[in-house]
């Protein structure tokens, strides 16, 4: 069935530094891959996506890349800022209105 | 902005008890879903709600569960009799369509 892999689990980084999150999806007919930022107790929320059509899409310190071919897309978080810590989740969806699947997460912390 | 809310914030209930999940989605929106995270792990999709049906299901989404849209603004999931690992957080989502999810804050349900 469909699955997205996601790793690492966890991630320390100085601020300042940079930091990337990959993640390898099954589904081929994937075409839609956004990043969710979850802080403990809240809800995910969205910080950037991108569609098939699309290899990079990046937003201020924020980019994402997609490699169709290797079926895999990572997320770089650039001049990283203690309040980048937090769960980090890449999710994978196949139709328009389809299930989102979620990666298993990732645990940021930037340490100041 | 508009926001998908989610009641109670927190439910206590016995094994064996029924309860109820309520959520309002963003009312423009066409598709409606609910997701399920037992803390620290990743985002479980339950189930997809469209055009007054569900599109799909998980494994998790067995007989013991339901979803209902008893109005044109809420959106409800039971749980029949609950079991100790019913214990999550349960968030509903909802998009216009091919668009990102926008997440409620999440019920945190407890089964004792």
């Known amino acids: 069935g469909e699955n997205v892999e996601q790793h690492p689990s966890t991630l320390s980084v100085q601020e300042g530094d940079s930091a990337v999150i990959k993640c390898t999806y099954s589904d081929s007919a994937s075409n839609y891959f956004p990043w969710y930022k979850q802080e403990l107790g809240k809800r995910p929320q969205l910080i950037i996506d991108i569609r098939s059509n699309v290899g990079e899409k990046k937003d201020q310190r924020i980019a994402v890349t997609l490699n169709k071919t290797a079926k895999h897309f990572s997320l770089h978080i650039t001049e990283t800022q203690p309040e980048d810590s937090a769960v980090y989740f890449c999710a994978g969806r196949s139709i328009q209105g389809g299930k989102l699947i979620f990666g298993q997460g990732t645990e940021l912390s930037v340490k100041p | 902005e508009p926001e998908v809310t989610q009641t109670p914030s927190h439910q206590v209930t016995q094994m064996g008890q029924e309860v109820i999940l309520r959520c309002v989605p963003i009312?423009?929106?066409?598709?409606f879903y609910w997701y399920r995270q037992i803390l620290g792990q990743k985002v479980e999709f339950l189930v997809s709600f469209y055009n007054n049906e569900i599109s799909e299901k998980s494994e998790i989404f067995d007989d013991q569960f339901s979803v209902e849209r008893p109005d044109g603004s809420n959106f409800t999931l039971k749980i029949r009799s609950t079991k100790l690992e019913d214990s999550a957080m349960y968030f509903c989502?909802?998009?216009?369509?091919?668009?990102?999810?926008?997440f409620g804050n999440g019920t945190r349900l407890t089964v004792t």
């Open positions: 009312s423009n929106h066409l598709y």
């Open positions: 989502a909802s998009t216009p369509g091919d668009s990102p999810l926008h």
